[in-house]
């Protein structure tokens, strides 16, 4: 008897354990829609010592990590999901090189910020199973973000041109993704 209840114990904890990380997690949610970076990355760093092989939350995690000013933080979760992805091409891995792409432009290290925005569009281009429309605008200006700030401002402007018009066709008039992609293209000036 007392084995099976260990058995037992060792199926739910699990369980127990994922529903308390869905539960930080969707805290973790509303503190980033409340722009509190900081108490949101802790929701979702303590989510993850429940749940560590949930990909979805570590991006999101490195993402707050970012937005709090922990770049290290913020590489350390993004080099951890592409630890465990196994050569997968999954929506958050890919999401992952994006988050990786804009460390190494707040670095200013262009070469990497280039190669991580190149393996993000790849990768999205051939990801397996589900496939958000609008990751490739945000993709895409970060890419066109990588070659402005390496001086190859007409590349740049097809790149954010291209987000700006699916933008436009994806979302709201008035959504925030259309301001950035129009910021983009004029950033990158008449060239």
């Known amino acids: 008897m007392k084995t099976e209840i260990r058995a037992l114990l060792r199926e739910i904890m699990p369980l127990s354990q994922a529903r308390v990380a869905r539960r930080l997690a969707r805290r973790a949610e509303a503190a980033r829609d409340g722009r509190q970076f900081g108490v949101a990355a802790m929701l979702y760093e303590e989510a993850l010592r429940l749940n560590p092989d949930n990909a979805r939350m570590r991006v999101q995690c490195g993402h707050m990590l970012k937005e709090a000013g922990d770049l290290a933080g913020a590489e350390e979760q993004f080099n951890e999901v592409v630890a465990q992805a196994h050569g997968r091409r999954l929506t958050p891995i890919v999401l992952t090189h994006g988050g990786l792409a804009r460390l190494a432009l707040a670095r200013g290290d262009l070469a990497t910020a280039a190669a991580e925005s190149n393996a993000a569009i790849d990768m999205f281009e051939h990801v397996d199973g589900f496939r958000n429309v609008r990751t490739g605008p ?43 992609a129009q910021a983009a293209v004029q950033a990158t000036g008449r060239g």
Do not use: C, V
């Open 138 to 180: 945000y993709l895409w200006l970060i890419r066109a973000e990588a070659l402005r700030r390496s001086g190859d401002n007409g590349r740049a402007r097809e790149w954010a041109q291209r987000a700006l018009d699916a933008s436009r066709h994806y979302d709201d008039p008035s959504a925030a993704s259309i301001r950035n």
